[in-house]
Every structure is written in structure tokens, then in C-alpha cells.
């Protein structure tokens, strides 16, 4: 099972609904006047950033997640062992999410965008 943790509280989301995430080209195209083909300077690719989509079964537990996610704090996804490549140290880059996942208000989920850090 995932946990999410910023060295103080740590917040276990039922399921990890959805990930997705892209990594940016830093790679540098110069346009030179009289050349038909730029001038590039190679750069490696940013680390990656995009939205995790988290499932609660109590709206206590999704309440908490939001909580954690809207704090100044470097975050660490430590994720199961059926998904390693979903471990990382991220901090929160965008809208966090909050909303009922089924009609009756039951279950909730926590979609957060997200940056990857190195820790």
C-alpha cells in the first residue's frame, strides 16, 4: 500500500487512482539568421511533473490528504512494490482537487498536481 509523508504526518490513500506525468525538453533550439538549421544546445529533460489521483473511503482520511497537500512541505510517495517507478519526493505545483467520487458522497478522491523534487 502507498504512503505519502512529510516527515511528520503520513497519509495512506486507499488506492492510487491515476498518474500521470510528462517530463519537459529543456534542449535549446537558436534560430540563426541565414542558416536553415537551428543551433541546439542539448539539455537533459526536467524531472516529472504532472497529477496523482488519489481514492479515499472516508472524507476524515481525504480531508487529511488535502490538508498535507496544501502545506509548504516537500513530499515523498513511497510506492507499493507493484509500482517502484511511483516513488518520489514532489512538492504540490498546482490546484488540489477535492471532490466526491460516487454519487451518494462516499468515497473521495484527491487530485493533486504535482512537481518531482530531488530530496
Not at 534560430?31 to 529533460?45: A, E, M
Amino acid at each position: 500500500m502507498a504512503t505519502i509523508t512529510d516527515g511528520v504526518s503520513t497519509i495512506t490513500p486507499d488506492l492510487i487512482l491515476g498518474w500521470r506525468s510528462t517530463r519537459t525538453s529543456r534542449t535549446v533550439l537558436h534560430t540563426v539568421i541565414g542558416k536553415p538549421d537551428p543551433d541546439v544546445t542539448l539539455r537533459p529533460s526536467g524531472l516529472r511533473a504532472g497529477v496523482l489521483r488519489l481514492f479515499f473511503l472516508t472524507s476524515d482520511d481525504a480531508h487529511a490528504a488535502e490538508a498535507l497537500h496544501t502545506t509548504a512541505a516537500v513530499l515523498h510517495l513511497d510506492a507499493d512494490p507493484e509500482q517502484p517507478d511511483l516513488s518520489m519526493a514532489y512538492v504540490t505545483a498546482g490546484p488540489v482537487d477535492y471532490a466526491a467520487a460516487t454519487d451518494e458522497g462516499r468515497h473521495w478522491t484527491l487530485d493533486v498536481t504535482y512537481q518531482e523534487v530531488t530530496p
